[in-house]
């Protein structure tokens, strides 16, 4: 009876002894970083969970070193990042962090279709270099060493164009708030007047039929590592001809040839995902108002987008969206009216329509498989070759299998005489294939049928310089 007692005295001390030990507090004494040969240490201790100093749970450490590798991957500052904990005694652990920093100025050639995508461009417009716009694009990314961005472009062919862009994420010791402003002008020859058949209908000049400038400044609050609010205060001017005019009175919400305005947009988002451009895990949350002021001709939009990637296993990863976004608008003008088509208000499948209306809903389900990996070897033994590969980055792919659906809505107060696809609900389902690899290269090919019986294969994607 004694040694019965005994035992499971002895066992109950083992167990809590396990417990406790699992659960033990450790201290990060010290975090050391390397590889950072331009980008400040600050911004990536900003993209930690914890600091030194920091007491934690022995069991959350894993977890908190993946979410750290995340964050510092989703900065687009990096190649790849490694975190490794060494224990200086039962208490106190370091921390160190192993960055592979990408290129970050990219003074490139400029060459990009005008129209909403590229299969639009290639099929529609057949792939007419008279819808193309060229010259240069001028990218410093992380231009101080503090995450800040940089865009100048010189853009000719299709669109006139002159942009400046420059984002700087923080302005104040804690880091919390950021700044960044913008200015553009534009002109171009040819102008999307009308929606005919849920299909962009444009007319061509031989001098340019519309113009015009933007110009704005956003305040950015990030009051920690996933949430940010964005405060946008603008103004602008835009213009057609004439001829413009004749084509579609009603184009500008003045019904005039020419308008200016001013406006102000709220963002908010939260974003907590393992990849950004490729998610498996985690979530992310949009929320956006937008307010336009110009005489009687404001007009108000609501956004609402949610996405959320649910990682069955290693392989297999659910992948859902929902969008939604309205429209009070004074007056049925035809820009206010572009809707499902535009930003990020797609639909699989309908990659050759656009549909105007009010207000619009659309939700989308994904089941992602990954099918094969393989990454590039980088010496093939020729000397002068592998003296070039040795300062690329190493190159790996991942190839991804999917199958999705979506369905859609989008009400028209005053829908078109030639629109099929306004109030009325829309599906399309399809499979693809989703190549992913270095630079955020993201390329999605895809086999859709709608409900209209249109089939067929459609291109997506791009890289992140």
Do not use: C
């Not at 880091?175 to 929606?195: A, D, H, I």
């Amino acid at each position: 009876m004694f040694k019965s007692i005994a035992s499971a005295g002895i066992f109950l001390l083992l167990f809590l002894g396990i417990h406790f030990q699992s659960n033990a507090q450790i201290k990060i004494a010290r975090i050391n970083i390397e590889g950072n040969v331009k980008t400040k240490s600050q911004i990536i201790l900003r993209e930690l969970p914890y600091s030194v100093g920091s007491v934690i749970s022995k069991d959350s450490l894993s977890i908190l070193n993946t979410i750290a590798k995340n964050q510092l991957i989703n900065t687009s500052l990096f190649l790849d990042a490694t975190i490794t904990t060494n224990y200086d005694d039962s208490t106190n652990i370091g921390i160190q962090i192993q960055v592979s920093e990408r290129w970050y100025l990219f003074p490139i050639p400029y060459f990009r279709w005008v129209d909403r995508n590229f299969n639009e461009w290639w099929s529609t417009q057949h792939h007419s270099l008279d819808r193309v716009n060229y010259g240069l694009n001028f990218k410093q990314a992380n231009a101080s060493g503090n995450n800040d961005k940089l865009v100048i472009g010189l853009i000719t062919g299709y669109t006139q164009q002159a942009v400046v862009k420059y984002q700087f994420p923080y302005i104040d010791k804690k880091m919390r708030f950021g700044l960044g402003m913008g200015w553009q002008y534009y002109s171009q020859k040819e102008l999307n007047y009308t929606t005919r058949f849920d299909k962009q209908v444009f007319t061509k000049t031989v001098q340019p039929i519309q113009s015009g400038y933007r110009a704005n400044l956003n305040v950015l609050y990030r009051p920690n590592l996933f949430e940010r609010h964005i405060l946008q205060i603008g103004f602008g001017n835009a213009n057609i001809t004439d001829s413009g005019l004749i084509a579609q009175p009603k184009y500008f919400p003045n019904y005039q040839p020419s308008f200016s305005y001013i406006d102000v947009s709220a963002a908010f988002t939260k974003t907590r995902f393992d990849y950004n451009p490729y998610p498996t895990h985690g979530s992310s949350h949009e929320y956006s108002i937008y307010q336009r002021f110009s005489g009687g001709n404001n007009l108000t939009s609501f956004q609402l987008r949610d996405v959320i990637a649910h990682k069955i296993n290693k392989a297999n990863t659910l992948w859902f969206e929902s969008n939604m976004q309205a429209k009070l608008m004074p007056n049925q003008n035809y820009i206010d009216r572009k809707l499902v088509g535009y930003g990020t208000m797609q639909l699989n499948g309908f990659d050759y329509y656009v549909i105007d209306g009010n207000a619009a809903g659309i939700f989308k389900a994904e089941w992602h498989h990954l099918l094969t990996s393989f990454t590039v070897p980088k010496y093939s033994g020729i000397g002068l070759i592998d003296q070039i590969t040795k300062r690329l980055p190493t190159i790996k792919y991942n190839f991804w299998l999917k199958a999705f659906t979506n369905v859609g809505y989008v009400y028209s107060e005053h829908p078109s005489n030639t629109s099929k696809l306004s109030n009325t609900l829309l599906k399309t389902f399809g499979v693809g294939l989703d190549i992913i690899s270095v630079y955020d290269l993201v390329i999605k090919i895809d086999y859709s049928v709608n409900q209209l019986g249109d089939k067929g294969v459609y291109l997506h994607g791009g890289i992140n310089f």
